[in-house]
């Protein structure tokens, strides 16, 4: 049965490498005919669902004879994690983002999109698109087969990483991989549109994908906002954040990705910018396979990466090749829209907005990367820690949201089109840095960005109050986004700054304070369940004498990780100041030690990442001209 799934990758690597011949060809030949290259996509959808099919059911059924499913699973694994093992390890992960990239090509054929599209066109797009994909599935063919087989087989899977056991990591690296399958498509209409040249007769590549523009774009926002939620709830250091490596690279395209939207509509409403959207959306896709580059190379070390495998040259030769046509293909099509607008209207002040994001990315790439830069000047490279992306990105995120906030009432052409509604935005701002200096919240870049935010949250609420902007489905979509994002903002102005924390040595009965806040031991107990042993600390909460409830969390040791210790913590939610509580150890049965935070406005970030998500789903349509 693994022959045969290894054969599907096989069958499926040659459809991707005769598709990519055959468009070459086409083109040399100047007769496009894109029948052919569709059905051999569709063939090769096909051999990569029924190789994906073959993994789940050996995960589904424990086949420890494959290598795979021993390495990632075991018998006291439940079924969901036992499933979603798929994209545990490096070799599922890449099967599960060939699969999610094919799939958009299979739904992309079938779309209003595509059939607008002239030959040519679909040739260029075809052969970007198979050439994606060859290198996926020679990937897995070569480096990275997740179908090698192990005689005789062993009686028990090594296990899934505990941390790995989690809803919020479950879920997140398939949404990352559906996000990047998704630009993939925006990416290959872009770079092939701009070799074809027929863009009037086809319409802009900028509205012909922007469905998968905008789900990509969910999707990776989606995953992010779980990434971050996972590490608060797993890794039990009270943070959400930490600016490792592996973030950092998925936060990259997200940057990339959001500037090229907000370039993008420059181009929709004032037929500008054509160059810069194609290298844009390119460079979203090219930022894609750094990330796995980054996570699969070995170059860092993460809680979240794999390990080298062998991929990290071919990836490393992907990615400067995919780097080399993002900014060469471009430049293959005139220049069209004329001089951009002066700083003073909102076509400006996209292109600025998209500035400060590119901006974050570099500095997030070149901060990722020193400890290879690094190596050039020194035998012992250095790596940068959280204070240094802190100090430097963190006053970018409130120009970012000053930015916003101002943005909508700018017009196309210059001017602001409402004086009172600016003057209203500004008056919040003001009054939010008063209000917050007066009780004590002084930080000056937190106390900026919270501002800012307030004054995001202020202007789209007078937007959502215009009949007009409720009228319009896009724009709805696009300030429903910006509030979420101020949410978000919000709390990460209040929940980093002023977090309080301390490690305490509890007996049992005995109390101390933080921040308000009494925490008392009242029991201690130790115990065992299939797969791990546990000790677990239970923490009486009270405020001004009221008890707001118990934490319980817990210090694990699982069978399958020998001595390594794994914390699960426990919070009493709110959307004000949030208590969390892990465990660090036991002095003897009668004294713990924990680690209390008390994170104000904590949970303002997985509101504000929720809006994020579902506002997009307004956009999906067409945009309408406004008045």
Excluded at 48 to 56: E, K, N, Q, T
Aim: charge should be neutral.
């Amino acid at each position: 049965m693994y022959i045969f799934a290894y054969y599907m990758l096989q069958l499926a690597l040659f459809c991707a490498v005769g598709g990519a011949v055959v468009a070459g060809v086409q083109l040399l030949q100047g007769r496009a005919q894109a029948a052919f290259l569709a059905t051999a996509q569709h063939v090769l959808s096909l051999a990569l669902v029924i190789a994906s099919g073959i993994l789940l059911y050996a995960l589904y059924t424990l086949d420890f004879s494959l290598e795979y499913v021993a390495s990632y699973t075991d018998h006291v694994l439940p079924l969901f994690y036992r499933l979603t093992a798929f994209w545990a390890g490096q070799a599922g992960s890449l099967l599960f983002w060939a699969l999610g990239v094919t799939l958009c090509g299979s739904i992309f054929v079938f779309t209003q999109a595509y059939g607008k599209l002239m030959p040519q066109t679909r040739a260029w797009f075809w052969l970007f698109f198979f050439s994606i994909m060859a290198f996926l599935l020679l990937v897995l063919t070569t480096w990275s087969n997740p179908f090698m087989v192990q005689l005789p087989a062993p009686a028990d899977g090594n296990g899934m990483n505990p941390l790995l056991q989690n809803p919020g990591m479950i879920i997140h690296p398939p949404l990352l991989l559906l996000g990047y399958g998704g630009f993939t498509i925006t990416c290959c209409a872009a770079l092939a549109q701009s070799l074809a040249g027929q863009r009037e007769q086809e319409g802009s590549w900028v509205l012909l994908t922007r469905p998968f523009t905008l789900l990509a774009w969910i999707s990776l926002t989606a995953g992010i906002i779980l990434g971050a939620w996972w590490a608060y709830m797993e890794l039990g250091w009270g943070g959400y954040w930490a600016w490792d490596p592996v973030e950092n690279a998925s936060l990259i395209p997200w940057l990339i990705g959001t500037a090229a939207i907000h370039t993008m509509i420059v181009e929709e409403r004032r037929n500008k910018l054509h160059r810069t959207n194609v290298c844009l959306m390119a460079l979203t896709t090219v930022s894609a396979f750094f990330a796995t580059w980054l996570v699969r190379s070995g170059v860092i070390d993460s809680v979240h990466a794999f390990g080298s495998g062998g991929v990290a040259l071919p990836l490393g030769l992907f990615v400067l090749a995919g780097l080399l046509l993002a900014f060469l293909v471009p430049f293959h099509q005139a220049g069209k829209g004329g001089a951009l607008e002066g700083i003073e209207s909102r076509e400006g002040f996209l292109v600025l907005v998209a500035w400060v994001l590119l901006a974050l990315s570099i500095i997030i790439l070149l901060g990722t990367m020193w400890p290879v830069i690094s190596l050039l000047w020194s035998a012992q490279p250095t790596g940068l820690d959280a204070h240094f992306y802190n100090k430097v990105c963190l006053p970018l995120g409130a120009l970012l949201m000053a930015l916003l906030a101002l943005c909508p009432w700018l017009r196309w052409s210059g001017g602001l089109r409402s004086k009172s509604r600016v003057a209203c935005v500004l008056c919040i701002f003001v009054a939010t840095v008063a209000g917050m200096w007066y009780f004590g919240y002084q930080q000056p870049v937190s106390l900026i960005a919270a501002a800012a935010s307030l004054g995001v949250i202020g202007s789209t609420v007078l937007l959502f109050a215009e009949k007009t902007v409720r009228a319009q489905r896009n724009s709805m979509a696009a300030y429903g986004v910006h509030l979420g994002l101020a949410l978000l903002a919000l709390g990460v102005a209040f929940s980093g700054p002023y977090k309080v924390e301390s490690d305490m040595t509890l007996s049992m009965g005995k109390a101390q304070t933080l921040g308000g806040y009494t925490v008392t031991l009242v029991d201690l107990k130790e115990g065992a369940v299939p797969g791990h042993e546990f000790l677990e600390a239970r923490l009486e909460i009270r405020k001004d004498g009221q008890l707001l409830g118990t934490l319980a969390p817990q210090r694990r040791i699982y069978e399958k990780f020998g001595e390594m210790q794994f914390s699960e913590v426990d919070t009493i939610p709110s959307f004000m100041q949030e208590v969390y509580a892990s465990m660090l150890g036991l002095q003897d049965m009668q004294t713990a030690v924990v680690k209390v935070s008390i994170n104000p406005l904590v949970n303002w970030l997985w509101l504000g990442g929720t809006l994020m998500c579902l506002f997009p789903f307004f956009g999906l349509g067409r945009r309408r001209k406004e008045a």
